[in-house]
């Protein structure tokens, strides 16, 4: 995936003087064997052990110009808290902690590390200088269970820093009729993503300009024709939708300014059709495949969803409504749920923006409701251009990161799983389970205000999710309760 940032992690030492500093080295060298046999990649050793600020400061200026933009803290023994937490305040990125199991009772008797008081210690002055550090559920560790751990921050940390370094390029005022996806943007700078909102002129017109690039448009309607193969029924719209995306990417490349990293938010409907001839739809599927999230309907929260959900997965996400039941009669007999209650099921949608890799038996169509709009519902002509099918079946992750209308941060991260049944219906579409979804969507989703539009991952990533949520400091995470738990304000009465 292009668009996401490389994470070069360092394991940094840290040990306190009243213990042997050999003690530290000795157990950093077994977990940077342990990372090395898992073929764990971009993880380096930080020569210095940190004993006290001094060598904080030799730790900094070697990561600086190693290149270090994510840190491991080890506790090979209790550690010194002050200048450990010092290295982690002045060291900015993101960070986390592990500490070293003692071996086995022979250590006891005299190399006893004691990292739980260190962790405990660490975790105090982590407050004392107001920082957030990625503490594991289980940071006591043996080298083996330290490369699971760290092979989950490496994606928190591509998350974080993806966030921290992103732009929203946002086309075209969000719609009237969707006043869902309308949200404050304050929250997002908050956050350190910047935005950058243009007129849909400014996009039309980039669009016309392109029109010159002609070798670079003939190649895009070949890589388009292997894409699609046998499911494309209007080649002679190839070269319009391969003009629009050279703009999309043109201006990716050289209209990021002060950010590493893009996504877009664009207006899609009802003026682009009538302007520009086309649906974006295809196009957006593919960028999108590709790392870069185009959201629909200038749903900027969508779009960054979408890439907080890329970074943590390594694949392509998607941006669905979460739309409508599912009949029974589409139901295969004895069809497994997923861990899902019947009343749990139901349809992600939407017009035909999900990537083709995504995609069971996918081919390029129309849109339907914009056909009927705006055509009569005669032959298809400015409405054609979506990629549409079954959503590929197997492991979910559903998720939205949303500013409410009191301009603060919320989300939610559910996992579940999109089911192999034919949906017998249009646009990229799919039947999703999601464990209590049902009592989810009310009480949490409805409850909390949240829009139609919601970002989805085609892998489990809610552990991820909810770690990078934490350090870019959002605290009102939601996820699917069991049975036996209450939503706040649920009607005990009513389960």
């Given at each position: 995936m292009t668009n996401q940032p490389e994470i070069k992690l360092a394991v940094v030492g840290v040990?306190?003087?009243?213990?042997?500093?050999?003690?530290?080295?000795?157990?950093?060298?077994?977990?940077?064997?342990?990372?090395?046999?898992?073929?764990?990649?971009?993880?380096?050793?930080?020569?210095?052990?940190?004993?006290?600020?001094?060598?904080?400061l030799a730790a900094l200026e070697w990561a600086r110009k190693e290149g270090v933009n994510a840190c491991c803290m080890f506790l090979g023994n209790f550690g010194p808290e002050g200048?450990?937490?010092?290295?982690?305040?002045?060291?900015?990125?993101?960070?986390?902690?592990?500490?070293?199991?003692?071996?086995?009772?022979?250590?006891?008797?005299?190399d006893r590390g004691d990292a739980l008081c260190g962790v405990l210690n660490f975790s105090y002055n982590v407050g004392l200088r107001r920082l957030s550090?990625?503490?594991?559920?289980?940071?006591?560790?043996?080298?083996?269970?330290?490369?699971?751990?760290?092979?989950?921050f490496i994606a928190v940390a591509r998350v974080v820093l993806g966030v921290r370094n992103l732009k929203v390029f946002a086309f075209g005022p969000r719609p009237y009729d969707f006043l869902a996806c309308n949200a404050p943007i304050q929250p997002l700078f908050d956050l350190g993503v910047n935005v950058q909102e243009n007129s849909e002129l400014d996009l039309f017109e980039h669009y016309h300009k392109m029109a010159?690039?002609?070798?670079?448009?003939?190649?895009?309607?070949?890589?388009?024709?292997?894409?699609?193969?046998?499911?494309?029924?209007?080649?002679?719209?190839?070269?319009?939708?391969?003009?629009f995306e050279l703009a999309l990417v043109d201006w990716y490349e050289n209209r990021r300014g002060a950010a590493k990293y893009a996504v877009f938010a664009d207006k899609c409907w009802p003026a682009f059709q009538t302007s520009f001839r086309f649906v974006p739809c295809y196009v957006n599927s593919r960028l999108t495949g590709r790392g870069i999230p185009v959201a629909c309907e200038v749903d900027m929260y969508g779009a960054v969803s979408e890439y907080m959900l890329e970074c943590a997965t390594g694949l392509p996400a998607t941006l669905l409504d979460i739309n409508n039941s599912v009949p029974d009669d589409i139901l295969p007999a004895g069809l497994d749920f997923a861990g899902a209650q019947r009343r749990d099921l139901y349809m992600g949608f939407h017009c035909g923006n999900t990537c083709s890799r995504c995609l069971k038996n996918c081919g390029m169509k129309y849109q339907l409701i914009m056909n009927r709009g705006l055509e009569g519902g005669g032959k298809p002509v400015i409405s054609r251009g979506t990629m549409e099918g079954q959503i590929m079946p197997g492991?979910?992750?559903?998720?939205?990161?949303?500013?409410?209308?009191?301009?603060?941060?919320?989300s939610y991260v559910a996992h579940g799983a999109f089911l192999d049944v034919d949906p017998h219906s249009f646009g990229s579409i799919g039947v999703c389970a999601i464990p209590g979804f049902a009592r989810f969507y009310r009480h949490v989703l409805v409850q909390k205000r949240f829009p139609h539009h919601g970002a989805f991952g085609f892998a489990k990533a809610g552990k991820v999710l909810f770690?990078?949520?934490?350090?870019?400091?959002?605290?009102?995470?939601?996820?699917?309760?069991?049975?036996?738990?209450?939503?706040?304000?649920?009607?005990?009465?009513?389960?």
């Open positions: 040990s306190r003087d009243c213990f042997p500093a050999s003690l530290t080295k000795k157990r950093v060298a077994a977990l940077m064997d342990a990372l090395k046999a898992a073929n764990v990649p971009g993880v380096v050793d930080c020569p210095v052990t940190i004993e006290n600020e001094e060598d904080a200048p450990t937490t010092y290295f982690v305040q002045e060291f900015g990125g993101p960070a986390m902690v592990l500490a070293a199991r003692e071996e086995n009772k022979a250590v006891l008797a005299s550090v990625y503490i594991p559920e289980y940071p006591n560790v043996s080298p083996e269970e330290g490369v699971a751990e760290i092979r989950d010159e690039r002609k070798a670079e448009i003939a190649a895009i309607v070949e890589d388009m024709k292997a894409e699609l193969g046998q499911g494309c029924p209007y080649p002679d719209l190839l070269p319009q939708l391969a003009q492991d979910a992750t559903m998720f939205r990161l949303q500013s409410n209308s009191d301009g603060r941060l919320v770690e990078a949520l934490r350090l870019l400091g959002v605290d009102d995470i939601n996820t699917p309760l069991p049975a036996d738990r209450l939503y706040p304000g649920e009607n005990p009465f009513a389960v």
